[in-house]
Each structure stands twice: as structure tokens, then as C-alpha cells.
């Protein structure tokens, strides 16, 4: 998407018991099922904290993303920021 201004779009109705919203633009060829995913991980991760947002490329290697998540987790510690409590099984 080259036009990054309206690849999120911020909504209020301006009423203090209405939650601003946002809407976002998701690429095109994306399916059905995974935009749903994203707006699930991204409502669950502002609902449990303030979420840190990785892009991948599409061609991204499993190894790739788990050095991307090795490195925000380095990044995180560093920070002294806790990550989200290991949900119990």
C-alpha cells in the first residue's frame, strides 16, 4: 500500500462512553480469514496491553520470524518491560 494516510483511519463519535476506533485497510489479497485473524490479534493485544506490531514479508522463513521475535523479546527485556503473562493450560 503506498499511500500510508489511510492505511488506518482513527473514528469517534466524540462521546466520552464510546470507544475510539480504528479501522485499518488490508492488502487486497489477503483472505477473508486472515483479515479476520488480524483484527482478532490486534482488539486481543490493545485489550491486554499495548501491542508491538512486526511486519514479515510474505516470503519470510519460519527461521526469519522467530529471530524478528527473538529480537523484540531482547528489545522488550532491555526496556524492563514485562511481556503478557503465558496463558495457564
Known amino acids: 500500500m503506498s499511500d500510508h494516510s489511510s492505511a488506518a483511519e482513527l473514528k469517534s463519535r466524540g462521546d ?12 487486497g489479497d489477503w483472505t477473508p480469514g486472515v483479515a479476520i485473524a488480524f483484527a482478532e490479534l490486534m482488539e486481543k493485544a490493545l485489550q491486554d496491553g499495548f501491542p508491538i506490531v512486526v511486519p514479515v514479508r510474505q516470503d519470510a522463513t519460519a527461521e526469519q520470524i522467530s529471530r524478528v521475535f527473538e529480537d523484540v523479546r531482547t528489545l522488550v527485556e532491555r526496556a524492563g518491560l514485562a511481556p503478557a503473562a503465558e496463558p495457564s493450560a
Open 16 to 27: 466520552a462512553n464510546d470507544p475510539t476506533t480504528f479501522e485499518f485497510a488490508v492488502p
